[in-house]
């Protein structure tokens, strides 16, 4: 079946710690990939996004996301986490010519300790 | 700016009543969505329009209509709530369906429906 995985329910780190978030898609076709964050009682917003081309990609906030083929996955990382970075995260894809439906992921809790 | 906007923020109804959550964009966005997020599934795509008049089915449609008689307005209807309703519904928009780089989805800021 075709699915967009976050492994990671939760994760905690600490302040000052860098962070990697996973994510995994099973999809015959290499989607449109995207992050992005909801604190807590908002909408979601767009941290970055890979379509093609150079498979590291920056984002706002001092986010970034490495495409990895071979893998099928698009992890998120940071190198510093601030405490303000606490919120839950969301891979999501779109495909080409069908922008009309985005797959998320079941997201992931990220935890920031001082 | 506005952006999008949902109304009303937190509603809660008993079962089998039916109501109205109202979603308006100002960026003249021609890709409207309503989603709903539950813990642990992410968020499910209910419906979606590509343009005013034109709407479609997404993953967990049922229960649920939705209309596009205006390019900014998206409403979704619940026709007879039932418990299984009860979840935060998420309105987003887009600039252009076909478009290669945009893709990016702007969302509201949540309604919190609960049906008893």
């Known amino acids: 079946a075709q699915s967009v995985t976050q492994p990671d329910i939760h994760i905690t780190v600490s302040e000052g710690a860098s962070l990697e978030l996973r994510c995994n898609y099973s999809?015959?076709?290499?989607?449109?990939l995207f992050w992005y964050v909801q604190s807590p009682g908002q909408g979601l917003q767009l941290l970055l996004k890979?379509?093609?081309?150079?498979?590291l990609v920056q984002g706002i906030k001092g986010f970034e996301a490495e495409f990895k083929r071979s893998q099928s996955s698009f992890n998120l990382r940071k190198p510093s986490v601030h405490w303000s970075d606490a919120a839950e995260y969301f891979c999501a894809v779109g495909f080409v010519y069908n922008f009309n439906k985005f797959y998320f992921g079941s997201g992931t809790k990220l935890n920031v300790k001082p | 700016n506005a952006g999008v906007t949902q109304t009303p923020k937190f509603q809660v109804l008993k079962t089998g009543q039916s109501m109205t959550l109202q979603c308006a964009q100002d960026m003249n966005h021609e890709y409207m969505s309503w989603y709903r997020q539950d813990p642990g599934m992410g968020l499910r795509l209910i419906h979606y329009s590509v343009g005013a008049g034109i709407t479609d089915q997404g993953e967990v449609p049922n229960g649920y209509n939705v209309s596009r008689s205006t390019t900014e307005d998206f409403p979704l209807r619940l026709l007879s709530a039932a418990p299984s309703q009860t979840s935060v519904y998420f309105c987003?928009?887009?600039?252009?369906?076909?478009?290669?780089?945009?893709?990016?989805?702007?969302f509201g800021e949540g309604s919190r429906l609960t049906v008893l």
């Open positions: 999809y015959g076709a290499t989607p449109y």
């Open positions: 890979y379509f093609s081309g150079d498979t």
């Open positions: 987003a928009s887009s600039y252009g369906w076909q478009a290669m780089n945009t893709g990016e989805l702007f």
